[in-house]
């Protein structure tokens, strides 16, 4: 399980997260909905601690910190349990595909060369990348990068996958390959928080939806729930405008 309380952060005198709470289960798939600056993408970093909290306390499995008060060892410990796949790959541009997943295998987990390669081709060759393992990321689309970011977060085995708008960089026609290889490790059981604008893979593949703003939650619940009978008024006008086809009583 994940829980997140309190969580707070701010950048000069702007308050990007107003004291959040949100828990996710093992398993669960939770998508980020909401504005842009609405919070979403610093959720994320704090929760590995890519952007450090003002306060509040952050739970991931066993493990748990009070984010006024950590040491570099916490903060080391509290990142092996998350990997993160970023909006713009942030893959090692001199490393091939191979490289590129085995890189945290090896430096990170300490695993054997051997072993980490196997187990790296055998992740590209899941998300379809097999004939790419000596491909550089100029060699590769954009989708075939991103594939190759989401299996480096696999190779890590986490606890929880934090995607950062996978697919918003992304020319439309590539959209639809990274979506499917989500939509295949969602089956998985593997538990993930997806920040993304595309509505229709939140109602397919989330259990459950959580829509912020001004650095709140203003919402969460079901798909179903969300989607189709939204309680806040905030909720019906971003999915009015995101999403016209559904028509909202405001």
Do not use: W
């Amino acid at each position: 399980m994940i829980k997140l309380s309190n969580i707070s952060k701010s950048f000069g005198q702007n308050q990007v997260l107003k004291s959040v709470d949100m828990t996710v289960n093992k398993g669960e798939v939770v998508v980020i909905l909401g504005p842009s600056g609405s919070g979403k993408t610093t959720l994320l970093r704090c929760l590995n601690y890519l952007e450090k909290p003002n306060s509040g306390e952050i739970v991931i499995g066993d493990y748990r910190v009070d984010c006024k008060h950590t040491t570099k060892k916490e903060i080391h410990a509290l990142r092996q349990k998350s990997a993160m796949v970023f909006q713009q790959y942030n893959l090692f541009k001199h490393k091939t595909a191979l490289d590129n997943v085995m890189e945290g295998l090896v430096i990170v987990k300490k695993m054997p060369k051997e072993e980490a390669k196997a187990r790296s081709v055998a992740l590209l060759e899941k998300v379809g990348l097999g004939e790419k393992l000596d491909s550089y990321p100029s060699q590769l689309s954009g989708g075939q990068q991103q594939r190759v970011g989401i299996a480096r977060a696999l190779a890590l085995e986490p606890e929880v996958i934090l995607f950062d708008e996978p697919t918003s960089a992304l020319d439309p026609e590539l959209v639809g390959e990274v979506l499917t290889v989500i939509r295949n490790i969602a089956k998985e059981g593997i538990t993930m928080i997806v920040v993304t604008h595309e509505m229709g893979f939140a109602r397919d593949v989330a259990n459950h939806v959580v829509f912020m703003d001004g650095g709140m939650i203003v919402e969460e619940g079901t798909p179903e729930q969300i989607f189709h009978h939204p309680k806040e008024d905030r909720t019906k006008q971003f999915l009015k405008r995101i999403t016209p086809e559904l028509n909202y009583v405001i």
